[in-house]
């Protein structure tokens, strides 16, 4: 007839959604929901598994800014060094949000997973890059490795210890050195900050390393080293013994 506007069907689907939505008829009514979806920790966006055996996971988490890990679970003990962070928030499966103090690089946490997993998503919501070392233990409980005393060594102060590892910090400015320490636990190296140093080891030539923040190093049983700091800025590694 003349005069009647014929509606596209498109449009009239879009106004009964609408329509819908107001009345307060479910979504499932229109569209199913979709669920989070939530992730392995070594699976989720910017957490990189970057090196593993049969005692640990470490993985590279690297959130830069604007970017969301989405939601991941923890489930296994795991041991994190920070190497920077700025704003960040962190959202629960329930939707709680909460925007945690900005730490310090260098700081150390452990958490016990594998009693209490969780699931969250974390955001980065300034400029600042969120960069963390975490390093997870595989096996199930305490493996029984004897670890090595650093009790009163120049350059050493215990920063973490527990029934799973025992971590120290080394702090050494340049041109100093810390005096030799025999590793009796497998172990994890991590550098917070530092730019070259020397490894010394009895019957070895000495070896120069230079360092970046973030990385790390393996530490086999039965090795004797002394550190020196022959850079130009202030050394600070974060060593880890596993028990």
């Known amino acids: 007839m003349w005069g009647e506007v014929t509606e596209p069907p498109r449009t009239k689907r879009r106004f009964l959604a609408r329509a819908l939505l107001l009345l307060g008829a479910p979504l499932g ?39 969301t890990s989405g939601f991941h679970r923890h489930s296994t003990d795991s041991l994190g060094v920070l190497i920077g962070e700025g704003p960040r928030t962190v959202e629960g499966l329930s939707g709680a949000v909460t925007s945690p103090p900005v ?70 400015a340049p041109g100093e050195e810390a005096p030799a320490v025999t590793q009796t636990a497998p172990g994890i190296r991590i550098v917070v900050a530092g730019n070259e140093l020397v490894e010394r080891v009895p019957g070895r030539p000495d070896r120069g390393i230079a360092p970046h923040p973030g990385e790390f190093f393996w530490q086999d049983v039965g090795i004797t080293r002394a550190v020196r700091n022959v850079g130009t800025t202030r050394l600070e590694l974060v060593e880890v013994e596993l028990k």
Do not use: C
């Open 29 to 67: 009514v229109m569209q199913a929901a979709t669920p989070q979806t939530v992730l392995p920790v070594e699976q989720a966006p910017y957490h990189v598994p970057a090196f593993n055996n049969e005692h640990v996971r470490v993985l590279n988490v690297f959130i830069p800014a604007q970017r």
């Open 103 to 172: 730490r310090t690089a260098g700081a150390v946490t452990f958490s016990f997973y594998s009693r209490e997993p969780i699931v969250h998503a974390v955001t980065v919501t300034g400029d600042t890059p969120f960069r963390n070392i975490v390093v997870e233990l595989l096996k199930s409980g305490p493996e029984g490795f004897t670890l090595s005393s650093r009790d009163g060594i120049a350059g050493y102060t215990l920063v973490l210890d527990n029934d799973r590892v025992r971590a120290w910090r080394l702090v050494l």
